[in-house]
């Protein structure tokens, strides 16, 4: 069964820094293509960013609104998956999911709340 | 950039009636390979998507055949056959064809009872 399991959210000054894990389980990491979403409260979902399997180069995408703030990287070896969320702005307040990608997005970890206040 | 619109965005229903959810995108979403990159998601109260519909017309595993997914091009189509109570939720799109700029959903569709 996939597992992911996000950690590492909670509550964070404009302008700070915050890291996100998704400790993954159930299938073979290190080949594996992972998302995070994202989801500010009452609202839609907006994809953050991608990084391809170890055979790809492990190369990343982000969405517009985080590129040059957010970096995504992977530990292989602890099927692991971070965002490094630098320079964090009121609205990157949300639910942060990890995600794994099989035709697009399939599994969905449950979610860790990130809030960027004051 | 491709922007993917959802209609209704509210969809009040019947219990044991069908139901209609629309997605439409702003540019063609057959990819070079022939595919067609549009999924469809369901959100309950209170828990994380899980994925419905891969492929336009792909039920995921384990996803009851009462939902289904149709279209083509720019046109797509999610329908429930007969409502249950476990059905509520919001309901949404996804593109992955056009990259970059990257994965775009829709802006979601509540269907409540």
């Known amino acids: 069964e996939v597992q992911l399991v996000e950690s590492g959210g909670g509550l964070v000054t404009p302008g700070g820094s915050l890291r996100l894990s998704c400790a993954a389980s159930g299938f073979t990491f290190n080949n594996a293509w992972m998302s995070w979403v994202r989801q500010a409260p009452g609202k839609g979902l907006e994809w953050v960013g991608r990084m391809k399997g170890y055979s790809e180069g492990g190369t990343t995408d982000y969405a517009t609104p985080v590129k040059g703030r957010f970096t995504m990287s992977r530990d292989d070896s602890k099927s692991t998956l971070y965002l490094q969320m630098n320079s964090l702005k009121t609205d990157d307040t949300g639910v942060y999911y990890c995600t794994r990608e099989t035709d697009l997005i399939g599994d969905w970890g449950q979610g860790t709340l990130v809030t960027v206040s004051s | ?113």
Not at chain 2, 40 to 64: D, E, F, T
Request: proline residues 7%.
């Open chain 2, 1 to 113: 950039d491709v922007v993917m619109t959802q209609s209704p965005l509210s969809l009040p229903v019947t219990l044991g009636q069908p139901a209609s959810i629309s997605c439409r995108s702003s540019q063609s979403l057959v990819y070079s390979d022939g595919n067609t990159y549009l999924n469809w998601y369901q959100q309950r109260p209170g828990q994380s998507p899980r994925r419905l519909i891969y492929k336009v017309s792909n039920r995921a595993s384990g996803v009851p055949d009462r939902f289904s997914g149709s279209g083509s091009g720019t046109d797509f189509t999610l329908k429930i056959s007969r409502v249950e109570a476990e059905d509520v939720g919001v309901y949404y799109c996804l593109q992955g064809t056009h990259w970059p700029p990257g994965y775009t959903f829709g802006q979601g569709t509540k269907l409540e009872i």
